[in-house]
């Protein structure tokens, strides 16, 4: 399997993404040609090796006429008084808000319209379901942001053209490469502030902190807009987890370089590209720990309880002893990135804790799949792991086994042996 990780230690923009999978290997004439199969108007397309902070790097560029070069605009229909474009972010990016008119010369195109526009290109399945599912993500969150249905966030007619450009050219890279998978560091946010057509926004932008969500996101010593709206979308999108560099057969590593100079960090997004074995699956979760000296059993029983109904994966008690000697329990909860603030928020509230250490993590795991077993006492399902297709585990469903054994009178450890026995002797339904 090939995989991709993409280290963003100075942040990301969508040239650098592009310029990172050129810089490691993509073949830019191939891009070329896939990426002219879009009818996006008069663009061109150029290649450069460059230097940031020592270090050489490709940079990608898409030369609009009569725009500045990386200057896209994301537009859509608010109200009357909010009009005007932003200059570029750090990164080449912004957020400008119009209100077209009846004299408004320039064509807006819509979600509905840019995604009409990749289906009709005839580009190779995985790129089309990729950029489509990346533009579906961006639309989301800029209607998230701005209270709007996701129909009326528009694309400018020369804004749209670098950012479909940098979105598809992404996915078209990737396929190029033969990129089976897409694993990302954490993702830095940003801070200080980007300038956009309101004036002055917090960073990350509005859109961007949208799409952080769920993701794991890092701070880092740069200062204004260090990932852009649309490299927030390619990775969030993409990235099946988020963590450390995995364990691969490293093939390349390229570097795609931004426009900004001079920073402590050079402006660079770094890929790594390899080979690993199928190994199962693995995600990104979030262990949330608390120390707790005085609280009953039932509180400690009813806290984990509340953790796993509002969608923990897991939650338990361990004992310990804290200062002074005192007997306690580490109550522990671990959940999805997304359900991180949910689940801190019922640990304060349930317990006495003043204080909850949060640590970020990568989980392996086993695919998972259910079989039904006939047995003596009735159908029972079995959960099967696998890794790298060979199975590593079977375990029957408990749920199943106690309510065969009440029904049959018979113990819950007879159901369970005789679904194993069942199981391995292959008398099961896949």
Not at 253 to 273: H, M, S
Request: proline share 5%; aromatic share 4%; charged share 20%.
């Amino acid at each position: 399997m090939t995989l991709v990780y993409f280290d963003c230690f100075a942040g990301a923009a969508g040239d650098m993404i592009v310029g990172a999978l050129l810089d490691a290997g993509a073949d830019f004439a191939q891009l070329q040609t896939q990426l002219a199969k879009l009818r996006l108007g008069e663009y061109s397309l150029r290649s450069e090796s460059v230097h940031r902070g020592g270090i050489g790097g490709t940079k990608f560029h898409v030369d609009i006429p009569g725009m500045p070069e990386n200057q896209a605009c994301l537009e859509h229909v608010e109200t009357p008084a909010e009009h005007g474009h932003a200059h570029a972010g750090e990164h080449g990016e912004s957020l400008a808000i119009s209100q077209p008119s009846a004299h408004d010369h320039h064509h807006h195109r819509g979600l509905t319209e840019i995604l009409a526009i990749i289906d009709a290109a005839g580009l190779p399945a995985r790129v089309t379901d990729r950029a489509k599912r990346v533009f579906q993500t961006l639309g989301a969150a800029e209607a998230k942001v701005h209270r709007i249905p996701v129909e009326e966030v528009h694309f400018h007619e020369v804004g749209a053209v670098d950012s479909i450009v940098d979105i598809v050219g992404a996915c078209i890279a990737l396929e190029l490469l033969g990129v089976d998978e897409v694993i990302c560091s954490t993702i830095p946010a940003g801070s200080g502030t980007v300038r956009c057509a309101h004036g002055e926004l917090p960073a990350p932008a509005p859109a961007t902190a949208a799409m952080l969500v769920g993701a794991a996101i890092a701070t880092n010593p740069l200062v204004g807009e260090v990932t852009t709206p649309t490299a927030a979308a390619i990775l969030t999108t993409l990235a099946k987890s988020y963590g450390p560099l995995p364990a691969m057969a490293v093939q390349a590593i390229g570097y795609g370089a931004g426009t900004r100079q001079g920073d402590v960090l050079p402006n660079l997004l770094r890929v790594f590209v390899g080979q690993c074995e199928p190994a199962g699956s693995a995600d990104t979760v979030v262990e949330l720990s608390a120390n707790v000296d005085d609280a009953t059993g039932e509180v400690l029983g009813q806290t984990i309880s509340r953790l796993m109904e509002i969608g923990c994966l897991d939650a338990w008690a361990t004992p310990i002893y804290m200062k002074k000697n005192r007997p306690a329990f580490m109550v522990s909860a671990l959940c999805l990135p997304a359900d991180a603030e949910a689940a801190e928020t019922m640990l304060f509230e349930e317990t006495t804790t003043f204080g909850i250490r949060r640590v970020t993590l990568t989980r392996s795991k086993l695919d998972r799949a259910h079989q039904t077993v006939e047995t003596v006492y009735g159908p029972v399902r079995v959960k099967v792991g696998r890794r790298g297709g060979r199975v590593i585990s079977a375990a029957p469903e408990f749920a199943d086994c106690q309510a065969a054994a009440r029904s049959h009178h018979v113990s819950v450890k007879e159901v369970m042996e005789a679904t194993l026995s069942a199981w391995r002797t292959g008398t099961h339904n896949a």
